[in-house]
């Protein structure tokens, strides 16, 4: 019996000694598996931190990168620059770390780095294809450093680089940051649920163990079962803090919504303690009404089971101070028992209020960005067609000498210029000029070279030296040597074929004599126009004399440095070669010789650089007729033997009769149609006297020179627009209006009338002068075109200290004397309907002080109005009419005169 009972106490001890070491090795495992996953769940925490960080340094690298196009204060860019300095050393840091896989584990007191791996989906995030995250990141680091080094005076909105920062690659590596921070959050909060199970799982094994072993051995084991207690309870504690420590919004809510959970993070952003909001509905305490609904549609279904993983929620939470913060949730359910029901709804949210604020503040300076391009880019519109009206038509049709110019600019605005005008009806001067660089820059010097041209032409200056040196200093006073202008000018007399060539630094012309087989430069040299004051371009200019049938080409260097997309240039010798292969080539087959050249080697008209050719002849020889002031070819009828009764009209050009009237003839129109009288002189006008009368008798014969400046008799302040687009009306009459409204001298009436004139003759010039052999108009009014190279709208505006002129030219030539008479008869009998009977043309010669329109039939039409501006508008006062045909049969008759 004894020995049973020893062998019984002895299997007990056995057994005693078993489940100690059984005990013992359940705890150890225990305290092992908690305690690393704990330290996992404060590195993961830490992770989650700093990958969530790393968006919010993109953002404000990005808003920094932006404010830098504006600051202009020195200190402020430094310490800007030192600001994204520091956080782009951050973000590398916290990138190598997170894409190593290191974790980090709390040793004492603190956390320290260790080696681990990256989950198999991060890693697909880090670096699988070219949109990874490491190669967006490598891509956006090294952009920034761009940037970064870039000086803020060269750093604009408009940056190619920095757009593509802001708009390309910030937006995908910001999502990919945010799918890879989403990731390590879920495995936080899966680990951190397996934790809570095993810590569930392993304490009640240990309390089994121990009730087991407390029944077989008391006091020892009771003890080590309060032992292990107090240290699970220790470990619990500290799984607490580190949710408490968590940057990140935690909040728990049981089956009926209630918060069970709400960590430290959580209070601190919402300014409610635990204490406050354990036991309240958490939708009706934090989530604003628009959101509920799907917030609690998610809730729902994952405390049902009907859905297990849910996608992250956007929604805002309403703090204690009734602000609204924005937050990303994460949510997931805690699940308990075999069943594993779901007894928590956790929701783990970030906090990316700052990154919306900065993500609007970046909208914002895009909107504004857009909108000054818009500004910009319409005053770049308005530059570009300004340029356009300044340079003469393409068709070059000057005394003895005829060809084509093209000019291609490469950015709106250009910095190529040619020009041409002609002198005493036998000079023909010709400029081609290439400023510096192109755009709105090149494009202000281009108008400033046109502004110096003007006054040459009305001085009659035909020297291509006093030309050049003139605009020398116009372009030293414009530019101030910042930017230089080169330039070629050209100065026929076409009486004898002498040609005078003087160069500002511009690339050499080429010159082909009739029935040679080579081009040849013709070489003179000199300082670009704005580089010196002592420039002086006499002593390089050359003189030689053509024959008719000698040819020139001008150009700009562009031609030649234009490049292939592989990178070939145009070149000097290609230029040649073409030139000397079609000797035989007319200038306007030349022309499209040479363009057509160029677009197929460039593969289009895309080009780098502005383009300007420039091809003429020598045409033929002018020969001067003698000038005279003699009107004694003027048959001049009188309005006392006018009114006596009918009288027939010898039958000559109706040029050659001039009605001289005494009072107001209004009530003569009719007669004065049916009778074909197209020139009106009231005899007693101020105004005439002031013109000349035998100035005006001698109207009918014909000078070079246009007429408004043949009838103001002073040198005037004036202004030359060319049309390219029905477009350009309204930006010209624009700058019209603009221009004369600086001449403080002007009445408002004079230029008010003005205004109403240049609009009815330029609509005249656009759609009713274009018509065929049959009168049929060829485009409809109104109708948006551009104009062809053949077509010509001018107008011209001068100003005097008592005159005012306005005058448009167009190369149609349609309109008939009888046509203007009877529509401004029908005007005055049936009265004045706007698009009805004359209405237009009835106005120009009321609003007007003298009115004058010549006219050489299909080819050129010419008029123009004056004003007397010490006089007042008075459309009551019959003002002169001059209409003058230049028929066939004139030129007849004036042949056998």
């Not at 709208?793 to 203007?820: C, E, H, K, Q, Y």
Request: hydrophobic share 40%.
């Amino acid at each position: 019996m004894r020995d049973i009972f020893q062998r019984i106490i002895n299997n007990m001890m056995g057994q005693y000694v078993t489940v100690l070491l059984v005990l013992g090795a359940v705890s150890t495992v225990t305290y092992l598996i908690l305690i690393t996953d704990i330290r996992d769940q404060e590195g993961n925490a830490r992770l989650v931190k700093m990958s969530t960080e790393q968006g919010l340094m993109i953002s404000d690298i990005n808003l920094a990168l932006t404010q830098k196009t504006y600051l202009t204060n020195t200190a402020e860019l430094h310490r800007l620059n030192a600001r994204i300095l520091s956080m782009q050393l951050q973000l590398t840091q916290d990138h190598e770390a997170l894409k190593s896989g290191y974790r980090f584990v709390k040793e004492k007191e603190r956390l320290i780095q260790v080696r681990g791996q990256l989950s198999p989906e991060l890693r697909a995030l880090y670096f699988d294809g070219s949109k990874s995250i490491d190669h967006l990141m490598h891509t956006y680091l090294s952009i920034v450093r761009e940037l970064q080094r870039m000086p803020a005076d060269t750093l604009k909105l408009d940056n190619a680089e920095l757009n593509k920062l802001l708009f390309t690659i910030s937006p995908s590596l910001l999502e990919l940051i945010d799918r890879a921070s989403l990731l390590q959050q879920r495995q936080s909060e899966f680990m951190l649920g397996n934790t809570v199970n095993k810590q569930n799982l392993i304490f009640t094994i240990s309390i089994g163990t121990l009730f087991l072993v407390g029944g077989l051995l008391l006091q020892p084991m009771v003890a080590r079962l309060k032992d292990s207690a107090l240290k699970m309870k220790q470990e619990k504690a500290f799984a607490d803090n580190v949710i408490n420590t968590t940057q990140a919004l935690i909040i728990g809510v049981d089956q009926q919504g209630k918060v069970v959970l709400f960590n430290h993070y959580a209070e601190e952003n919402s300014g409610w303690s635990e204490d406050e909001v354990r036991g309240r509905n958490f939708f009706e305490q934090f989530i604003p009404e628009k959101d509920q609904t799907g917030m609690l549609n998610l809730f729902t279904d994952m405390m049902s089971g009907a859905v297990e993983y849910a996608d992250d929620i956007e929604t805002q939470m309403l703090v204690s101070t009734n602000d609204l913060l924005n937050i990303i949730w994460s949510p997931t359910v805690i699940k308990e028992g075999k069943s594993a029901t779901p007894v928590m709804f956790l929701a783990t949210g970030l906090d990316i209020t700052e990154r919306k604020e900065a993500e609007q503040k970046v909208t914002k300076a895009n909107a504004e960005l857009a909108q000054l391009t818009s500004r910009l880019q319409g005053e770049v519109n308005l530059a570009a067609t300004l340029q356009r009206s300044i340079l003469p038509p393409p068709r070059i049709d000057l005394p003895g000498m005829q060809g084509k110019a093209t000019l291609l600019t490469s950015s709106e605005v250009g910095g190529d210029y040619y020009d041409y005008y002609k002198v005493a009806g036998h000079h023909s001067v010709l400029l081609i000029g290439d400023v510096s660089g192109h755009g709105v820059a090149a494009g202000t010097m281009v108008g400033a070279a046109k502004a110096g041209v003007y006054p040459l032409i009305h001085e009659g200056i035909t020297s291509p030296i006093e030309i050049l040196n003139s605009l020398n200093e116009t372009m030293r006073a414009t530019a101030q040597q910042s930017l230089l202008m080169t330039m070629a000018c050209l100065s026929l007399d076409a009486r004898n074929g002498k040609l005078v060539f003087a160069n500002a630094g511009h690339v050499l012309p080429y010159l082909l004599r009739r029935k040679a087989e080579h081009w040849e430069m013709l070489e003179a040299s000199g300082l670009p126009l704005g580089k010196s004051i002592d420039s002086d371009y006499s002593a390089t200019a050359i003189e030689l004399m053509l024959e008719v049938g000698d040819r020139l080409f001008l150009y700009t260097d562009g031609l030649a440095e234009e490049e292939s997309p592989t990178g070939e240039a145009f070149g000097y010798d290609r230029l040649e070669a073409l030139l000397n292969a079609n000797v035989d080539a007319d200038p306007e087959t030349l022309h499209d010789i040479i363009m057509d050249a160029l677009r197929v080697h460039c593969r289009g008209t895309a080009y780098t650089d502005d383009v300007t050719i420039v091809v003429v002849t020598h045409s033929d020889r002018v020969i001067q007729a003698a000038a005279t002031n003699e009107v004694s070819d003027i048959i001049r009828i009188s309005e006392n033997f006018y009114r006596q009764g009918d009288h027939p009209i010898p039958r000559i050009s109706k040029e050659y009769v001039v009605f001289l009237a005494e009072h107001s003839y209004a009530d003569l129109l009719t007669r004065f149609s049916q009778d074909g009288i197209c020139r009106i002189l009231p005899r007693h006008n101020d105004f005439c006297k002031k013109l000349g009368w035998e100035h005006l008798l001698n109207q009918h014969h014909e000078t070079p020179n246009d007429d408004l400046y043949v009838l103001i008799p002073e040198m005037p302040e004036y202004r030359q627009f060319h049309l390219t687009h029905t477009e350009d009306k309204m930006f010209i009459m624009e700058e019209i209006q603009s221009w004369l409204s600086d001449h403080k001298h002007l009445p408002n009436d004079h230029i008010e009338a003005l205004m109403i004139i240049l609009d009815e003759m330029t609509e005249n010039s656009l759609y009713a002068a274009p018509r065929d052999g049959k009168g049929v108009a060829y485009y409809v009014k109104g109708e948006s075109r551009a104009l062809s190279e053949h077509e010509e709208v001018r107008i011209d505006i001068a100003v005097t200290n008592d005159m005012l002129g306005l005058m448009i030219t167009d190369n149609w030539g349609t309109l008939m004397p009888s046509v203007f008479l009877k529509n401004i008869s029908h005007a005055m009998e049936e009265g004045v309907e706007a698009g009805i009977g004359g209405a237009g043309l009835y106005m120009m010669w009321r609003l007007s002080d003298y009115l004058q329109i010549r006219v050489h039939p299909q080819k050129r039409t010419q008029v123009t109005t004056l004003w007397n501006i010490n006089g007042v508008i008075d459309m009551n006062v019959d003002s002169g009419i001059q209409f003058l045909y230049h028929s066939e049969y004139e030129a007849a008759y004036q042949n056998r005169a």
